[in-house]
């Protein structure tokens, strides 16, 4: 039996994301062309649902989480790194 702490964890998740975001909504949030949307969704290189094969509906966190991908290093990171590999290897 589920508590009402975990219910209610569980229902937090579901409203962190709120409802899922049409195509449009998805460009804009993205701030990129419906070109481009449509090529990633044509592709599968983004999340996306399409239910009875109509419109196209996007996740929030899904689209968060295609945003934070491929992300750079600093310098400053780049270059602890090296000095950790070289201390660790010696």
């Known amino acids: 039996m589920k508590t009402n702490s975990t219910i209610s964890k569980i229902q937090n998740l579901i409203e962190q994301d709120g409802r899922p975001l049409t195509f449009k909504e998805a460009c804009k949030y993205l701030d990129i062309s419906a070109s481009y ?26 689209l968060r989480k295609w945003l934070l991908r491929g992300r750079v290093s600093s310098e400053q990171e780049l270059e602890q790194k090296a000095i950790d590999y070289a201390t660790l290897n010696n």
């Not at 949307?37 to 899904?62: G, V």
Request: hydrophobic content about 30%; charged content about 30%; cysteine-free.
């Open 37 to 62: 949307l449509y090529k990633l969704t044509s592709t599968a290189k983004i999340t996306h649902f399409k239910p009875n094969n109509k419109k196209i509906y996007f996740k929030k966190a899904d």
